[in-house]
């Protein structure tokens, strides 16, 4: 880079700065705590169940524009109820108002508390949506635009453009000298290393967690104790560790049931768009080598029966955005893309093993199939909006708000599957009382729905391609990148409305330690969506918040997590993702797991022996020592030592009240609170993983657990670091 280049840039830099500076940006001014609050009813139906969730809702360019249009719907909700409700409002800052609304009429009742601190009712006669608006626009007026670095936005830059542009917020697309609001990263949390206040749009951690094998990895764990919530993943064995399993259980089943013929799916581990992906039937087929290199991935179960449309296979890409770990928040974008094979499917057969464009869903694959149909429309060609096709098969009889519940599932217990490893980089990064961002991040979840309509999980995506155009053969063999229409609609959506949900104006204030015990779970995705817009004039939020909304239903799973906040604790030294043998010994003794047939000795050894076999095991080796994979492992030993007569998930739960019972209320405030073992203690745990094709096939999951008697079962390669980034 020449110094002239530096130069214009640093040049250009500053005068963004003082452009910011010079469009009257008053720093001084106080941006607002929170949204003005709609005038809504506090009583918002509470989900009770994931099935109540409203259902994708179709959007189309023109509707998603019309100002207020949400509003309407629900003031006319409320209105039919002929009551009385209130909310309350900072509206200035001298005095306290607190809105009536009169249902029924769309009148308003303010009242404002006087320094004596009564109510003075004023009587107003305008209509509950002015009112909003007019607030709104006051506010939007007052406030300083949010900042966006979009300086290592890569691929996304196009749809991030159009976002903050819809938002009337200030980008920075050359970095900035002073601190942004928002910093929107293409690839990783590390693209930029300087940074120590706003938001970050990349967990640290993210890249690593969600690659195929640590995937694999912690859904196994949670199918360990919680089988049948979670047979939504196929089942994988990782390579090369378990190749003999892989093929021993395939020879049991074969020669049990010779009419069984599976077939199995070799993904590398870190690839992405159906790189290096290939079917087979037989063991003997899997290419374990590359040259002197044993190749890492999983080799995964095949779902031969997929649900059909136009006789084709397809998979449906859903936005997930993580807002926030602690506490965990999790919305998912209402419109996702299909993504359709370009060859008519058959099951299959050693013969069409090798077809791509029949049996893989990839766009980057299919996209060079003669047969790929680029429409501008978002019901027809290869790539539709997930809400069509969901129509398509309502029209057909199919209960879809049934299939979207099982989907909201699905990603909730996903979600909770990677967290805990996701806190230990989050704590390692960031660490706790040090200067730094917080994070969010949009994942993409890619999910097949089998003929029988249940959902199943292939892959997550931590950075989904939000490229809003396609690539297109404009001449024979000549590729260009034109405009996608489809993409756009879906993809604009879901930037611009995690901007708004991060709208540093509008974040409500949470504790970093989780909620307070008998502290509200946080408001209800209603209540937030009609917060978002204080013109009116954006649409309704595309994202709905799945967590904590479902939190009654889904939190008991968060047992896992519990373990890692016993892991962090012990941690001791900040930044570290390892626990030491000291540290190691201090967790024993503090949690009074030793004695007389349990000796420190037989910890050090237990400590020795699971730390070895994992070394290199864990995506970030950069310390020595028990990783949180490892240290689950020996809590599971010593649960099962501990609580012999018990199944496994209730020697978890029994050690984990334990140990917690002995720290004192610093650990686990939140999880202890709503993870209480009431709704996990009396499933019957099963200890086969139910097969979603095969029954015959055992997952390798159990096969660990009985070994867990000698807890030596796998040695693990480290592995190079890839991203599955589909830019
Ligand atoms: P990549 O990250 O390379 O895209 P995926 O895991 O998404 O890898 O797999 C690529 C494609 O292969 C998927 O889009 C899907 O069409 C198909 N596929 C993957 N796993 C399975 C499976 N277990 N059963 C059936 N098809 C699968």
Wanted: overall charge positive.
């Amino acid at each position: 880079m020449s110094d002239q280049y530096v130069k214009v840039q640093v040049e250009q830099m500053k005068s963004f700065g003082e452009d910011e500076e010079k469009e009257g940006v008053d720093t001084e001014e106080q941006v607002p705590g929170s949204s003005p609050s709609a005038s809504v009813s506090p009583d918002h139906p509470t989900g009770t169940d994931a099935s109540s969730t409203s259902l994708p809702c179709k959007q189309t360019g023109k509707s998603r524009s019309k100002p207020g249009r949400e509003d309407k719907r629900h003031t006319s909700d409320v209105a039919s109820q002929g009551s009385v409700v209130s909310s309350e409002k900072n509206l200035n800052r001298l005095g306290y108002e607190r809105t009536l609304q009169v249902k029924g009429t769309g009148k308003i009742l303010q009242r404002k508390s006087e320094p004596n601190g009564n109510y003075v009712t004023i009587h107003t006669s305008k209509n509950i949506e002015e009112m909003r608006r007019e607030e709104g626009f006051k506010l939007a007026k007052k406030r300083r635009p949010v900042t966006v670095d979009t300086s290592k936005a890569k691929t996304s830059l196009e749809a991030l453009k159009i976002s903050i542009k819809q938002l009337k917020w200030k980008e920075f697309p050359l970095g900035r000298r002073t601190a942004c609001d928002i910093y929107w990263h293409g690839v990783s949390f590390h693209d930029n290393e300087n940074i120590v206040s706003g938001q970050v749009n990349k967990f640290p951690g993210m890249i690593e967690m969600l690659r195929k094998i640590n995937l694999s990895r912690a859904v196994r764990t949670m199918q360990e104790l919680f089988p049948e919530e979670y047979d939504f993943y196929p089942r994988s064995w990782i390579l090369p560790e378990e190749y003999q399993q892989f093929t021993t259980q395939i020879h049991m089943v074969k020669e049990k049931d010779a009419t069984v013929n599976p077939t199995f799916i070799v993904k590398p581990d870190g690839g992405s768009q159906g790189d290096g992906i290939y079917l087979i039937r037989d063991p003997s087929d899997l290419k374990l080598m590359t040259g002197s290199q044993a190749k890492q991935g999983v080799v995964q179960e095949y779902i031969q029966k997929p649900l059909l449309i136009d006789k084709l296979k397809f998979d449906i890409r859903l936005y997930v955005l993580i807002k926030s770990l602690e506490p965990l928040e999790i919305y998912i974008a209402k419109e996702g893309l299909t993504r359709f094979c370009t060859e008519p499917y058959q099951e299959p057969s050693q013969k069409n093993l090798s077809h791509v464009f029949m049996h893989l869903t990839n766009y980057s694959l299919n996209v060079h199939s003669g047969n790929f149909v680029h429409s501008d429309s978002q019901s027809t060609g290869s790539k539709r909006t997930l809400s069509s096709v969901l129509y398509r098969l309502a029209a057909k009889g199919v209960d879809i708000k049934r299939v979207w519940s099982d989907i909201i599932a699905l990603v909730i217990k996903t979600v909770i599957a990677v967290v805990p490893e996701l806190r230990v980089y989050y704590q390692a990064d960031i660490p706790p009382g040090k200067p730094g961002p917080t994070c969010f991040q949009i994942l993409g979840f890619d999910i097949l729905l089998m003929k029988n309509l249940k959902p199943v999980l292939l892959e997550v995506n931590s950075n989904p391609s939000m490229r809003i155009e396609h690539e297109q053969e404009v001449a024979p063999g000549v590729f260009e990148y034109v405009p996608s229409p489809v993409d756009e609609e879906v993809k604009v959506g879901v930037i611009r409305d995690t901007l708004r949900l991060m709208d540093p104006g509008h974040k409500k204030t949470t504790r970093a330690g989780g909620f307070e015990q008998g502290e509200e779970i946080p408001m209800e995705e209603e209540t937030q969506e009609k917060s978002q817009d204080e013109t009116g004039t954006l649409p309704s939020l595309c994202l709905k918040q799945v967590y904590p909304k479902y939190f009654k239903q889904f939190n008991y799973l968060r047992l896992v997590e519990r373990i890692a906040a016993l892991f962090i604790r012990f941690l001791g030294v900040k930044g570290n993702m390892r626990l030491g043998p000291t540290a190691f010994r201090t967790f024993i003794r503090t949690c009074k797991l030793s004695g007389s047939n349990f000796t420190m000795a037989s910890v050090d050894i237990l400590y020795i022996d699971i730390t070895r076999r994992w070394s290199g095991a864990t995506p970030d080796s950069r310390e020595a020592g028990m990783g949180l994979q490892a240290f689950v492992e020996a809590f599971f030993y010593l649960a099962a030592r501990r609580f012999k007569s018990l199944a496994l998930r209730e020697q978890v739960v029994s050690l984990l009240e334990l140990c917690e019972s002995q720290l004192g209320p610093q650990s686990g405030v939140e999880e202890r609170r709503s993870l209480s073992c009431s709704r996990a203690l009396p499933r019957t745990v099963k200890t086969q993983t139910p097969c979603l094709a095969n029954p015959q096939l055992s997952s390798p999951a159990p096969l660990r657990r009985a070994a867990s008697q000698d807890y030596r079962h796998q040695r693990f390669k480290p592995r190079s670091l890839r991203a599955n980034v589909e830019n």
